[in-house]
């Protein structure tokens, strides 16, 4: 499968702060990669689509500038959370889809280790 | 809300003891998968079953699919302690749908 990377893996900022999360996808070039937020014991809720080179598709209820999403090129997708408030802090996934090579296929997501927020 | 939904949510079971888990769902899908999470980590893709199947093997991993009832089994055979985590269905549908999970706990 695919080889997903966050950076970074917890996050610690004070109320008020930016903080950018990069996913990125090391072995394959993703045109779609898929934005994550999981809070404790709960399942994953679907944040934003990023798509390569155009903008990213948001799920209701995300705020879309709140939640800023770039996806500059095949193998980086960032997310960033603007004005950080406790309630955001979370559990953030990327994940990329399809298998290696050109992605084709999106029956299959694979799935970065996940980036901690936490908001003070 | 084409999310699915799993039970238990929680299961407790003994090492080499078999462990199952459902999904239901609600709408028509194109396939359904099974993740795998470890606590504070990321998904781990276990298994896809697509809507023209009814069973899938992988090592001790046996999903089947009965779209029929819009639901899903994941089966463990003979479990181990390294099997603790959680696990989630996800339907493929126009998108994709996480289940609410089933946290598994195998007892050495």
């Known amino acids: 499968g695919a080889v997903v990377s966050q950076h970074p893996s917890w996050v610690i900022c004070k109320s008020g702060t930016s903080v950018k999360i990069e996913c990125r996808s090391l072995?394959?070039?993703?045109?779609?990669m898929f934005w994550y937020r999981q809070f404790p014991k709960q399942s994953l809720m679907l944040m934003a689509t990023?798509?390569?080179?155009?903008?990213?598709?948001?799920e209701q209820g995300v705020e879309k500038d709140k939640f800023l999403i770039n996806h500059a090129s095949l193998t980086l997708s960032t997310l960033t959370v603007t004005s950080a408030h406790p309630e955001d802090s979370s559990f953030y996934i990327c994940?990329?889809?399809?298998?290696?090579?050109?992605?084709?296929?999106?029956?299959?997501?694979?799935f970065g280790p996940g980036t901690r927020l936490t908001v003070l | 809300s084409q999310q699915g939904e799993e039970d238990p949510q929680a299961l407790s079971i003994q090492e080499g003891e078999n462990a199952t888990m459902n999904c239901s769902y609600k709408?028509?899908?194109?396939?359904l998968q099974w993740y795998r999470q470890n606590s504070g980590r990321g998904l781990v893709h276990l298994i896809l079953?697509?809507?023209?199947?009814r069973e899938k093997h992988s090592g001790r991993l046996r999903v089947t699919l009965d779209t029929s009832k819009k639901s899903s089994s994941l089966l463990i055979t003979a479990s181990r302690a390294a099997d603790t985590a959680s696990y989630f269905c996800?339907?493929?549908?126009?998108?994709?749908?996480f289940g609410t999970g089933t946290s598994l706990t195998v007892i050495p």
């Open positions: 996800a339907t493929r549908g126009n998108q994709f749908y």
């Open positions: 709408t028509s899908i194109n396939n």
């Open positions: 990023s798509n390569e080179g155009s903008k990213a598709t948001y």
């Open positions: 994940s990329v889809a399809g298998s290696s090579g050109r992605v084709r296929s999106t029956d299959t997501q694979y």
């Open positions: 072995d394959f070039q993703a045109t779609t």
């Open positions: 079953i697509r809507s023209n199947e």
